[in-house]
């Protein structure tokens, strides 16, 4: 597959919390789209790549105010996925205890399913990177 034929999309969202669907339709209109010409390897790809977007756009709407911006490029052997939001701060585990409701698994979540995971902060926010397989 040559660069030129590496599909990608970006999708700008108003950071409300309607928009983590909307985030999750968008990853899922993508997903639908690349699998039509390169299928993923398993099934669960597919079902990894949208519970990380959906954990992904739902930290950003929880804890950044403003817009968020979703990528979705293919790479040579799997999906780059790219969250920018408004807040300058790296997401950090916070311990998990089911008995309270009280959240922590998303960022564990993501950090299991991913291949690699990077952050990279400026003054106007940050870019969390997250590469998956295919």
């Known amino acids: ?3 030129e034929a590496i599909p990608s999309r970006t999708t ?9 669907t909307g985030a999750r339709l968008a990853a899922e209109e993508f997903l639908d789209d690349l699998g039509q010409s390169v299928p ?3 099934p669960e790809h597919w079902d990894d790549i949208l519970l990380v977007v959906t954990e992904l ?3 950003a709407v929880q804890y ?3 817009p968020f911006v979703l990528r979705l490029r293919r ?4 999906v780059h996925v790219t969250l920018r939001d408004t807040n300058p701060t790296p997401p950090a585990p916070r311990s998990f205890d089911p008995r309270t409701g009280g959240g922590g698994i998303g960022w ?5 399913l ?7 902060t400026d003054e106007r926010g940050k870019d969390v990177h997250v590469f998956l397989p295919w």
């Open 64 to 66: 950044a105010p403003g």
């Open 40 to 42: 993923p390897t398993t």
């Open 57 to 59: 756009a739902a930290n």
């Open 12 to 20: 700008r969202f108003a950071g409300e919390p309607h928009c983590v």
């Open 75 to 78: 790479t040579f052997d799997g």
């Open 1 to 3: 597959m040559t660069s």
């Open 108 to 112: 564990h979540l993501v950090h299991a």
């Open 114 to 120: 991913c291949d690699q995971v990077s952050v990279v």
